[in-house]
């Protein structure tokens, strides 16, 4: 899609904003992982541009790939290389390999699930078919579909009761039935809007390249030394360990004080009953 109808000349351009793209969602939202991308957000960046594989896809496909880009062996903390992750992006968007499918495949698809032709699935029917060929939800997939669904009710939702002839809403709990050919619509719609937009962004990176006849600068990912990073965190351990202390001194003074209050009014009762004793005498 992205690599589509490109002239050669305009290849090495899309490739070099495909990487500004990342580079500026990775110093936005994933600015704490030190230049990397965590492991589990991978599927959802490569969907922001619209190229939807599957879990096991990703899995077994796309993560292996991206590991042997990367520059270090060390798989323990579930990171991503940004550099590996991008070369990879660019060449799943130069095949298409993974884009979505066209309207009528996609109704055809559901129509293959609605049995009796009326028109509409519940969710249940829908995720229960995908699961039985591999194909799993997590709890926030649901989620959004189900939000994505009461976001758009009154175009993709069947009526689920009527009364004084208005709809009533179905409730959040409430098994969901869609009309699939609105559902498509709807999201190969959207799909299509983010496309234009990315687009445009493009259109405006490349009029700046050709004016300046130079990339307009990354957006900046701040990779920290790993010396850096130990000395700041030894140094925010000291800071710690400082503070800790003084509220201890703190605390110390406190009941040294309590104490001398204590101590004070001790000496207090004494001249009190001293002068008692003086007075009965």
Same mark, same amino acid.
């Given at each position: 899609?992205?690599f589509?109808?490109?002239?050669?000349?305009?290849?090495?351009?899309?490739?070099?904003? !495909? #990487?500004?793209?990342?580079?500026?969602? =990775?110093? !936005?939202?994933?600015?704490d *992982?030190?230049? *990397?991308?965590?492991r589990?957000?991978?599927?959802?960046?490569?969907? *922001?541009?619209?190229?939807?594989?599957?879990?096991?896809?990703? =899995?077994? @496909? !796309?993560?292996?790939?991206?590991?042997?880009?990367?520059?270090?062996?060390d798989?323990?903390?579930? $990171? $991503?290389? =940004? %550099?590996?992750?991008?070369?990879?992006?660019?060449?799943?968007?130069?095949?298409?390999?993974?884009?979505?499918?066209?309207?009528?495949?996609?109704?055809?698809?559901?129509?293959?699930? %609605?049995?009796?032709?009326?028109?509409?699935? &519940?969710?249940?029917?829908? *995720?229960?078919?995908?699961?039985?060929?591999? !194909?799993?939800?997590? /709890?926030?997939?649901i989620?959004?579909? @189900?939000?994505?669904?009461?976001?758009?009710?009154?175009e $993709?939702?069947?009526? $689920?009761?009527?009364?004084? &002839?208005?709809?009533?809403?179905?409730?959040?709990?409430?098994?969901?039935?869609?009309?699939?050919?609105?559902?498509?619509?709807?999201?190969?719609?959207? %799909?299509?809007?983010?496309?234009?937009?990315?687009?445009?962004?493009?259109k405006?990176?490349?009029?700046?390249?050709?004016e300046?006849?130079?990339?307009?600068?990354?957006?900046?990912?701040?990779?920290?030394?790993?010396?850096?990073? /130990?000395?700041?965190?030894?140094?925010?351990?000291?800071k710690?360990?400082?503070? /800790? #202390?003084?509220?201890?001194?703190? #605390?110390?003074e406190g009941?040294?004080?309590?104490?001398?209050?204590?101590?004070?009014?001790?000496?207090?009762?004494?001249?009190?009953?001293?002068?008692?004793?003086?007075k009965k005498?």
């Open positions: 899609m992205f589509q109808n490109l002239l050669p000349n305009d290849i090495p351009v899309m490739e070099t904003f !495909i #990487k500004y793209k990342v580079h500026q969602i =990775v110093s !936005i939202i994933y600015k *992982y030190n230049g *990397y991308i965590p589990v957000e991978a599927p959802y960046l490569i969907r *922001y541009f619209l190229q939807f594989p599957s879990q096991s896809q990703v =899995v077994d @496909e !796309i993560l292996p790939a991206i590991e042997k880009l990367e520059s270090t062996t798989k323990s903390k579930d $990171l $991503l290389e =940004v %550099d590996a992750f991008e070369k990879h992006l660019i060449q799943l968007l130069k095949t298409n390999q993974y884009a979505s499918y066209d309207r009528e495949t996609l109704i055809e698809a559901f129509r293959v699930l %609605d049995s009796d032709k009326n028109g509409y699935l &519940d969710l249940h029917t829908f *995720y229960t078919f995908l699961k039985r060929y591999g !194909i799993t939800f997590t /709890k926030e997939q989620d959004e579909m @189900e939000k994505f669904l009461v976001e758009n009710d009154n $993709l939702l069947e009526s $689920l009761g009527v009364k004084n &002839d208005e709809p009533v809403k179905p409730k959040p709990t409430t098994t969901r039935k869609f009309y699939y050919e609105s559902y498509v619509r709807k999201v190969l719609g959207d %799909d299509l809007s983010h496309f234009q937009s990315i687009m445009k962004e493009y405006d990176f490349y009029n700046e390249y050709l300046t006849k130079k990339f307009p600068e990354m957006p900046v990912i701040v990779v920290q030394k790993e010396e850096e990073k /130990k000395d700041e965190e030894k140094k925010d351990e000291e710690k360990d400082e503070e /800790k #202390k003084e509220g201890e001194e703190e #605390k110390k009941e040294e004080e309590k104490k001398e209050g204590e101590e004070e009014k001790k000496e207090g009762e004494e001249e009190k009953k001293e002068g008692e004793e003086e005498e």
